[in-house]
């Protein structure tokens, strides 16, 4: 809130959110029951006398016209506190306001003129971030398992796009090589060819110690 003082006239800027109930501030002083007295809120800058497209009039006691239900005197009048209250305000609110506190005598009336900012609301497009890992076990192991971990993180921007991380994990099993030695078969026919072989050179022998004798 910024606020300069001049002799008759002030400046003011307020500024509030879609929605909210917005106050702008106006008081004067009232010393005694005869110290209270009429006073307008009008929109654009106070004019030289009244208020320009008034919205609340008051006679210092209650008020007497109204041009909404969304522009109110919530505040106690005969203490001279007539500040704006702008119920559930829009952005249409937002321009220039004027407070006119009207003091008898010639060019006595106390003007404040007031800048209402009205802003959007605040919207948070927070998106979470998952993180997802796989595990699954080689195909023909003798235990076949799979299981997923999904976490979610808080979102640090509205800028930041999800991420998505896939770890895929290969068990291999090695097979073992094995070799086993077979018992060498036995041939009864060889033994039979050697019987038969020595037999015969005896009979050779033999033979030729006949021839010789």
């Given at each position: ?13 307020v500024i ?153 994990l290969a ?43």
């Amino acid at each position: 809130i910024f606020l300069s003082t001049g002799s008759t006239v002030s400046e003011l800027v307020v500024i509030g959110e879609v929605g909210q109930d917005i106050t702008v501030p106006c008081h004067y002083n009232v010393r005694d029951r005869n110290g209270v007295t009429s006073m307008c809120w009008g929109r654009e800058r106070c004019p030289s006398s009244k208020c320009f497209q008034p919205i609340i009039w008051t006679d210092g006691w209650r008020v007497t016209e109204q041009h909404s239900s969304r522009y109110q005197l919530k505040g106690n009048l005969q203490r001279g506190d007539v500040s704006l209250t702008i119920v559930n305000a829009r952005e249409s609110d937002s321009g220039t306001y004027c407070c006119r506190v009207e003091i008898p005598g010639w060019f006595n009336d106390q003007r404040i003129n007031h800048k209402v900012v009205v802003k959007k609301a605040r919207i948070s497009t927070a998106s979470p971030h998952t993180l997802t890992s796989e595990q699954t076990s080689a195909p023909g192991s003798t235990s076949e398992s799979s299981s997923t971990v999904t976490r979610t993180w808080p979102s640090v921007s509205a800028s930041e796009a999800p991420q998505t991380v896939s770890i895929n994990l290969a068990v291999a099993h090695l097979d073992r090589n094995t070799s086993v030695s077979l018992p060498s078969q036995q041939h009864p026919e060889r033994g039979l060819y050697a019987g038969i072989a020595s037999c015969a050179a005896l009979l050779i022998i033999l033979i030729l110690a006949l021839f010789l004798t």
